[in-house]
């Protein structure tokens, strides 16, 4: 058992705080912290008894590679032995941001960081406190998402002391992340650069930077968790909930009218229910519960978790893994989640609720 040291920050007046947990990493510690996507377990990239802390901390599969987060491109060099010309003009359109590029690795990155590959995953996050921090370290950080194994990624601060309080040396918290889904993993070594996880810096915009842009098949697939995986990530099991949760697609009505029926019938059958549900369907399906339905009982059985709108994709992305996490607080058995188009971040939503349902998708 750590002591965890919790340390919150706000908008202004970090740097000064962040210098303990700064510290903390450069003396081989693990410190979580957040980003725009989602929050980091980080410890110093280039210390493998520091990178050890992190796999026991989450009690992940040592075999899953971690990426590795830098403040500024000087301390790219230290990690890379190659860097394609298309994928200086991709880091130059999208650093700071929540995209991670694949690169051969230097030999002074440990192969502990990338799981035995030849190849080491690089990020530089945009948000202030990630940087900073990184920065005041003095060393490029390795972090997964700092949950638990097998837990969502955690987008606010005191998920990651439910999962990781007692693990890790300290923990900052910085409030809500913005993204709320994990960074597009994008590998930049081959000829063309190829998706290996959705995120929100799309194949379009990708391609619209350097022309091709190739999607790793495992990503689309419902089956992904089976296959022989380039992304080791994607042949783990993630993000699953403790309720059954299934995931509807389809028109307004014919997906109302699913959720509907089998809402009715986990009542009775005595079940805890949450909806995700978007605002054009929930105006509609509010009513037909009021209509049969006690508010005593609707209010026993069903908890209600508004994405906002279904043109407006961005709100259930930032909110889904906090949407999962409290269904699951509040003792639902059953989740009933609105599936999206899978277009913009629709995708990596998308991508994550198949995860999440381990392929329940129902195409109405
Ligand atoms: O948004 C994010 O990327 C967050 C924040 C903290 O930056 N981090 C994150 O890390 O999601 P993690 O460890 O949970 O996911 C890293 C993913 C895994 O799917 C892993 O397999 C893949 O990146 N990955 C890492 N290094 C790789 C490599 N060398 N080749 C292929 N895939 C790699
Ligand atoms: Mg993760």
Redesign the pocket.
Known sequence: MKETMILKVSDFAFEEKLKIPAKMLAEGKTVAFP?E?????GANALDESAISQIYAAKG?PSD????V?IADLEMLEVLVSEIKPYAKALMAAFWPG?I?F?FK?SDRVPTSV??G?D???V?M?DHEVARALIRLSGVPVA?????LSGKP?PTLGRFVAEDLFGRVDCIIDGGAVS?G???T?L?VTGEIPVI??P?KITKEAISEVVGACDVDAATESLSEVTMV??????K?K?YAPNATLHVYLGDAMGVVKAMYEKTEAAIRANQKVALFVVDEEWCVLEKLFENTLSKADFDKHVVVFSQGSIKALDRYASQLFRDLRDADAHGCDLILARGVEAEGIGKALMNRLIKASEGSVFKI
């Open positions: 980003t996507t989602v929050y980091g377990l992940r899953n590679p971690l990426i987060h929540p991670a694949i690795k990338t799981g590959l190849t080491v995953a990020r996050p972090a997964p998402s700092a949950n990624s993204v889904l994990e960074s993993v590998d290996l996880r995120g995986a380039k992304s080791p990530g994607m783990y993630h």
